[in-house]
């Protein structure tokens, strides 16, 4: 897959990015929604956007925040219709994003929010040198779970270009990952099936195919551009693969359940039932 990295005319690319990321920040820090960004960084030139993604990242880390690994978004075609985009992307995983452990999704941290299941893998090499194919990144790979990625834009109404999304950090918000530890001699991610139901009614299907493929591939694809970044994918990191099928809405009070094959099981999430930090 060949990304397509489209500068723009705008005329002080280092002020743009600072103000798109002032923009972005404040309206996470606000709890309200902003404009795009996309009239400062036009609405194709990735690596402007991704300039400005490292540095709303890099003022969390100074903050104190730990990078714990990577989403890739975008990945089914389904979503990518849904928020009308045509190519993935990708984001940096915080440690506060992780709230596996938290008895509820606090919806106060959250403006407006999506679900989607995916296949989380968790590496157990390094992937910053050599030859990066499937065999080695699958060979990376310490164990898969299920996953809840629960998407997040800081743009209001969801009016995103793909530079609106990479510089939000992907559309990043939080993240649950499921019990079941997986190796991938015991399944075939690419032929995993999912099943996302809410409130118990059936929300969203999919599987691993919807993933670019195959969820290997997304991983492959993210481990080849993080290396081009100067940031490449390390042990211990989690990777989230890429939505298995259409996003849900997901308000506060609203229980999450997706089922997944392979020996993956369930992974479920209940968001706080009123605007609080939980």
């Known amino acids: 897959m060949t990304d397509v990295w489209e500068p723009t005319a705008v005329a002080d690319r280092e002020t743009a990015v600072a103000e798109a990321a002032a923009r972005l920040t404040r309206a996470a820090r606000d709890h309200q929604p902003c404009a795009p960004v996309r009239d400062l960084l036009g609405p194709a030139d990735i690596s402007l956007a991704y300039a400005v993604q490292r540095r709303v990242v890099g003022e969390r880390i100074a903050g104190g925040a730990r990078v714990v690994g990577r989403k890739i978004g975008l990945t089914s075609e389904s979503v990518q219709r849904q928020v009308g985009v045509d190519r993935p992307d990708f984001g940096v995983l915080l440690d506060d994003m992780d709230v596996t452990a938290h008895p509820a999704v606090p919806s106060g941290r959250l403006l407006q929010p999506r679900v989607e299941a995916e296949i989380a893998f968790v590496l157990a090499a390094d992937l910053d040198t050599g030859d990066l194919d499937l065999d080695r990144v699958r060979s990376a790979v310490g164990y898969a779970v299920a996953a809840l990625e629960i998407v997040d834009s800081r743009v209001a109404g ?50 691993g195919a919807a993933c670019l493929g195959d969820p290997l591939a997304a991983l492959l694809w993210l481990a080849r551009t993080a290396r081009e970044f100067g940031d490449p994918l390390r042990a211990g990191q989690v990777v989230l693969s890429g939505a298995l099928g259409p996003l849900v809405p997901t308000p506060p009070g609203i229980t999450v359940r997706a089922e997944m094959t392979g020996g993956l099981g369930p992974v479920t999430a209940t968001f706080s039932p009123k605007d609080q930090e939980g």
């Open 158 to 207: 969801w009016d995103i270009a793909i530079t609106d999304t990479v510089a939000d950090n992907a559309s990043s918000g939080l993240f649950v990952l499921g019990e079941q530890r997986v190796g991938l001699g015991e399944f075939t991610p690419r032929d995993v099936t999912m099943r996302l139901y809410a409130d118990g009614e059936l929300a969203s299907a999919g599987n």
